[in-house]
């Protein structure tokens, strides 16, 4: 069965800031991961995902995950936090089917 | 890139109403699309998964008859939500995928049901 942890239901940090989201996995399979953002009374939006090959997968605005399959990680960063990256970030993993799983979200928080 | 429209975005109706929620893929064929729902603060959590031209797989304690599923073509389902009352009031979200192993889901900008 797989399932997603995000550590942390809330995340500060200051503009400008390294942005740092963590997310642990369990998957009886290799895994396929996922980040997605929502924003306010919005529905959510692909980040990036990792699927095969380069484990440092490179997503918009700015954002990059790397799968460390040794730690079941896929934590999510950029290197300077902006106003507008204020919002919730769900992890999600799916095995080979359509399924996906989905961690219980980390609010982000930007401090001018 | 893969675009879905759901509509209505908010809707607020009077206890005992039923509410259609439509889910559309503009730009390709869904063959499978999930019906999600999201409590404030919180996760989603999958309601059912509907393939076109068959009945939805609904999720454990999800009411079949409660939440009617309708995935009649490529590039539509519905949610119907029958006789709501106002514990039903949530945001309701649609995604869409197409056939290909991995593909990622692509999402709706859900719809906030307000039942008085």
């Known amino acids: 069965a797989q399932s997603v942890t995000q550590l942390g239901s809330h995340v500060s940090v200051s503009e400008g800031a390294l942005v740092l989201l963590r997310c642990?996995?369990?998957?009886?399979?290799?895994?396929?991961l996922f980040w997605y953002v929502q924003y306010p009374n919005q529905g959510?939006?692909?980040?990036?995902?990792?699927?095969?090959?380069?484990?440092?997968?490179?997503?918009i605005n700015g954002f990059e995950a790397e799968f460390?399959?040794?730690?079941?990680?896929?934590?999510?960063?950029?290197?300077?936090?902006?106003?507008?990256?204020?919002?919730?970030?769900?992890?999600?993993v799916s095995d080979t089917g359509n399924q996906f799983y989905f961690g219980t979200g980390t609010s982000l928080t930007v401090i001018p | 890139g893969a675009v879905v429209s759901q509509h209505p975005s908010w809707v607020i109706?009077?206890?005992?109403?039923?509410v259609k929620i439509e889910c559309r893929s503009l730009d390709f064929q869904a063959t499978t699309m999930f019906w999600y729902r999201q409590?404030?603060?919180?996760s989603l959590m999958l309601m059912a998964t509907s393939n076109e031209g068959s009945k939805a797989t609904y999720e454990?304690?999800?009411?079949?008859d409660k939440f009617l599923i309708?995935?009649?073509?490529?590039?539509l389902s519905t949610l119907t939500v029958t006789s709501a009352h106002p514990e039903d009031s949530s945001f309701y979200i649609c995604s869409a995928t197409w056939t290909g192993i991995?593909?990622?889901?692509?999402?709706g900008d859900g719809t906030r049901l307000s039942i008085l």
């Open chain 1, 68 to 92: 460390k399959k040794s730690e079941t990680s896929f934590h999510l960063t950029k290197p300077s936090a902006h106003m507008s990256d204020a919002a919730e970030y769900f992890c999600a």
């Open chain 1, 24 to 32: 642990n996995y369990s998957s009886s399979v290799p895994p396929y």
């Open chain 2, 102 to 107: 991995n593909q990622p889901q692509h999402f």
């Open chain 2, 70 to 75: 309708n995935h009649a073509s490529l590039t």
């Open chain 2, 13 to 18: 109706c009077k206890s005992g109403t039923s």
């Open chain 1, 44 to 59: 959510l939006q692909l980040l990036l995902k990792y699927t095969t090959g380069a484990t440092l997968v490179k997503g």
């Open chain 2, 60 to 64: 454990q304690g999800v009411e079949k």
């Open chain 2, 39 to 42: 409590f404030p603060k919180q």
